[in-house]
């Protein structure tokens, strides 16, 4: 955690470095710590499961190997008053408390010992002072001692507090006769380490990329995978940086937005699945003509499409034929049912119905004002457990949530909401 002035920059290259987390990384710092406390929780656990106390009892019990984690912050004064500070400062203290037993290590560096709080620095063996200024300071920290007054002013040269103070020196990673040398001598000295490293090295905290593009998307090896297994990713989870899909085992989709442009947009990303797809739009949509799309867009189309769906369906349904082969988009919803008769409305109720038995899967995409309507199709729809939303879970009265943010904040761009049985995540999406 490189809080201070770039000063752990150069080393973020070395191949045991996992990576490097700045000050202003509020979502990637939020990411950290609950990767933490998993990791932490899981380690304990495998103590408790072998009945030791330490990961090196653990090792010798269990043949098992666990790395060492060392987490160094440079500069935890600067994380005051930060949105992070209280979950991180929580972290921090558990790692200094519980860490040393399960192969955690923490190195924090302060500008003063009165800006750490003294539930946390109690928990510190360890405890050493760089020349300063004030020989107060450097009192307070290895206790009363001449050394403090007479240390000289050397890179390197510290006072540290175990049985007795000792005066050290801590090796310089290189040398250099100025600071501009040393910076560049320690660049070059990274880089022949990273070039010659060939064991394994550890994961970077997942993150999205700021902006998902269609490039970025579907280059991925797991989107790519997902669309050989013949299922259809939605996004990428903002938590794991996977390939969220459509589970057909939990039903039909719906897609909640009031901008039509993000509508077509999942229609063209659904497009690219193995299976054919159907589309019911408004006389008058945006959407543009698609390779394997076939889109009914006037009544008679309508009464047509969907009279031979019915005819296939009931077929595939006597042979418990199951295999996705088609998707049924219903595009903008609350339009398209003014332009759609009870006979019809019936229609579409069955196939949106049975059609998941048979292998024909439906995508409903629709505005928050589906609540206000009162047709057959409209009310089947709201019952659906798994869907795509838009815009603020608080902004719509559609679908309930259990795990609902208290104080939701405005989605970013690309942000949307999953939700599956009545519990959501977020997701970065191609639309816009």
């Known amino acids: 955690m490189d809080f201070g002035t770039n000063g752990l920059a150069p080393l973020g290259q070395l191949p045991q470095v996992a990576d490097t987390l700045l000050l202003d990384q509020t979502e990637k710092i939020a990411k950290f710590v609950r990767i933490m406390e998993r990791e932490l929780n899981r380690r304990k656990k495998l ?7 330490t990961l090196e ?8 190997q666990e790395p060492a984690i ?48 003294a539930q946390f620095y109690a928990n510190f063996k360890h405890q050493l002072s760089l020349p300063q200024n004030d020989v107060g300071e ?8 001449p050394l403090a007054a007479t240390m000289e002013d050397i890179k390197g040269r510290a006072l540290m507090k175990r049985d007795e103070v000792d005066v050290i020196q801590l090796a310089l990673p290189v040398a250099g006769a100025n600071d501009a040398q040393v910076l560049n001598n320690l660049r070059q000295e990274v880089a022949s380490l990273q070039e010659a490293w060939t064991g394994q090295r550890p994961s970077a905290i997942p993150m999205v990329p700021e902006e998902l593009t269609e490039a970025e998307f579907y280059s991925r090896a797991s989107v790519q995978a997902a669309y050989k ?41 659904i497009a690219r699945g193995k299976q054919k797809v159907i589309v019911l739009a408004p006389k008058y949509h945006n959407l543009p003509e698609m390779e394997g799309v076939t889109i009914l867009a006037s009544p008679e189309e309508y009464l047509e499409g969907l009279d031979v769906m019915e005819v296939k369906l009931q077929e595939r349904l006597e042979k418990k034929q199951r295999e996705h082969v088609a998707t049924v988009i219903v595009y903008n919803l609350t339009e398209l049912v003014e332009e ?8 579409l109720a069955y196939v949106l119905e049975k059609g998941l038995r048979a292998g024909y899967a439906s995508v409903v995409m629709s505005s928050p004002v ?10 089947s729809v709201r019952a659906y457990k798994q869907a795509i939303v838009a815009l603020r ?10 795990n609902r943010p208290i104080r939701e904040p405005q989605l970013e761009e690309q942000e949307h909401y999953y939700i599956a049985d009545g519990l959501t995540s977020k997701m970065k999406v191609l639309m816009m």
């Open 229 to 269: 297994q013949g299922l259809v990713p939605l996004g990428l989870d903002m938590e794991t940086v996977e390939p969220i899909t459509w589970n057909l085992s939990k039903g039909n989709l719906l897609y909640l937005t009031d901008k039509e442009e993000q509508m077509s947009a999942l229609t063209e990303q």
């Open 57 to 64: 009892l653990y090792r010798q019990a269990s043949g098992q």
């Open 70 to 117: 060392v987490i160094l912050l440079d500069s935890y004064e600067s994380m005051k008053e930060e949105a992070y500070e209280a979950e991180l400062f929580k972290l921090l203290v558990r790692i200094s408390r519980e860490g040393l037993s399960i192969g955690v290590h923490l190195l924090v560096t302060a500008g003063r010992q009165s800006n750490l709080r």
């Open 138 to 145: 450097v009192r307070s920290i290895v206790g009363s001692t």
């Open 393 to 402: 879970l608080s902004d719509q009265s559609v679908l309930t949530v259990i």
């Open 340 to 347: 759609l008769n009870s006979e019809v409305l019936e229609t």
């Open 47 to 53: 103590l408790s499961d072998y009945g030791v106390g």
């Open 370 to 379: 589906l609540t206000k309507h009162i047709d057959v199709v409209s009310k």
